[in-house]
């Protein structure tokens, strides 16, 4: 950045800030505009198309300058982030009118392509992995994680670099962190297809990483979770959630667990054969938004749905038990088009509670977003009573561990209006009958005219002047303005408050009163409202692990439904399974390349079987 001889405090603030944050595009606030300034203009004003203007202080140098709205933060963040750019948001952390000298200001976040909460930033039907990758100095074996912040969902696994591109390959992380030294290496490995960004070395430390799972997770042993003896694969992890508290994110509450990825649970492919198998997108086509078998075969009704199935289609089961599971359920709903009919609407009802549940931690989660939280509720109560009648087996077991969570729901339900803004600082968030002093200070915001009007009329009679008015100005506030002509029958109890040529000012104690009450009555409001609004989000910290587990049985669910309706639109049969070699099919096809002629909704789909369809009919594999 350019700089004068002598910058002012503004910019000297902005350089302090900066440089702790070199390599972000630095979004830095002032009043009502986020502003940037050198280099960082500069990129700012070709990404975003803004207009890019030179600032004098007063000497031979000048700095570029290039900003724009507040309120269109989202939109602008989202431009940077998608073009690849690092960004810092400075915010001004005290009010303006309070302040002494400059304002304080810090950054409040740092968004970079793999940590993302931004509903603009993520795409429903995709996780965003940000991964970690750990490169011994000696031996093979690489350590490896991956994050979604915006879900909660974390995996650690451990393997070679082949094992190391597949899964790069299935789960493609938004961006990847390393040691600064093996970004050669890196290149030469998995070459330069992905978003980078590199930590040094002594940051990878096996006892550093266990402190901070320890840590996040709150426990004394990572033995519950299966990965006590993944030393490669702990430090990964450790480096990853190092590098979200790096990135001014430490609001983590809803990270509560990590799984273990092992290679011998699934089918590993490499990118040639979900290229070649058309899994993602058609082989060798330009349009990656071609006939694919995801494609063909997604009609989930949920975005948490549509993510898993993705991972399901990419790992495939290697377990006998398990597959049989999920085949048994599929059967299960073929058979009963109504009851899959039900359960898609409730599940579809739901939202995306697991990216909801989510921005409780960062309290990024606004009044709208909760009450969908709690429609979600009653929804997977419905399943919940529902699937009490499934026969006994995995797929009841599974359904009944849903948590209908009745004390948050009645915490939502009793605490938030009925219409909610987007955002708490909207107002009109909490509902009336839940704190008398905010349905006091509302009675008088709302209830102003007909008041004044009231009290005009009272003190009219009282006088006897009939002509008597009660006015407001920004300078004297409320008074009651008589004529001169009617002077001599003021009461006196009126206190003069201003002389006019042809009139005098007054006001009265009752007049007074209102005004002390009236006059910033919003304010009071609104911070008694975000107060409250605070309040209901610690209560829900609490009921963050439950909802997120129902977020992940719903996931399968979805799934399950998915087939289902697939099996029956496209006339699919159950399989047959053995642990021989022999694959004996019969008039197969690849779904991508005989697409049903009519695209159907997904939560009215194959309701009713085809002619002389039978659900049980095997293929051998």
Known sequence: MARSNVDTPLMQQHRAIKQRYPDAILLFRVGDFYETFGEDAIVASKVLGITLTKRNNGAAASAELAGFPHHALDSYLHRLVKAGHRVAVCDQLEDPKLAKGIVKRGVTELVTPGVALNDRLLEGGS???????????????????????????????????????????????????????????????????????????????????????????????????????????????????????????PHLQHIASIQRMDREDYLWMDKFTIRNLELMGPAGAIDPGGASLLKVLDNTVSPMGA?????????????????????????????DPGLRTILAQHIHGCGDIERLVAKIPSRKIGPRECWQLARGLEHIARIKETSAAFPEGWLHDSLQRLDTCPAVLDRIRSTIADTPPAAASKGDTIRAGVHDDLDRLRKIATGGKEYLARLQQQEAERSGI???????????????EVTNSHKNKVPPDWMRKQTLANAERYITPELKEYEEQITGAEEKILALELELYEQLLAFLQDAIAPIQTNGHLLAELDCLLCFAGNALQYNYKKPQLHEGRELDLTSSRHPASSPPAKPISPTTSCLTPPPNRSSSSPVRI
């Open 127 to 249: 996780n965003n992995f940000l991964a970690g990758i750990y490169f011994p100095e000696e031996g093979s074996v690489l350590g490896l994680s991956f994050l979604d912040i915006s879900t909660g969902e974390f995996f650690v696994a451990e393997g070679d670099n082949e094992y190391a591109d597949k899964l790069l390959q299935t789960l493609r992380p938004a961006e990847i962190i390393f040691q600064r030294s093996f970004q050669r290496h890196f290149k030469e490995v998995f070459g330069s297809r992905f978003f980078t960004y590199t930590l040094e070395a002594w940051l990878f430390d096996e006892a550093f990483a266990t402190d901070l799972l320890l840590k996040q997770f709150q426990t004394h042993s990572l033995k519950g979770f299966g990965i006590d003896g993944m030393k490669a694969g702990i430090i990964a992890a450790g480096a990853v959630l190092h590098y979200l508290r790096d990135t001014e994110h």
């Open 307 to 335: 993510r898993l199935l993705k991972r399901w289609m990419l790992m495939p089961l290697k377990d006998r038990a398990r597959i049989h599971q999920r085949l048994d359920a599929v059967e299960f709903f073929i058979k």
């Open 466 to 480: 009939s002509s008597l008015k009660i006015g407001f100005n920004n300078v004297f506030g409320y008074y009651l």
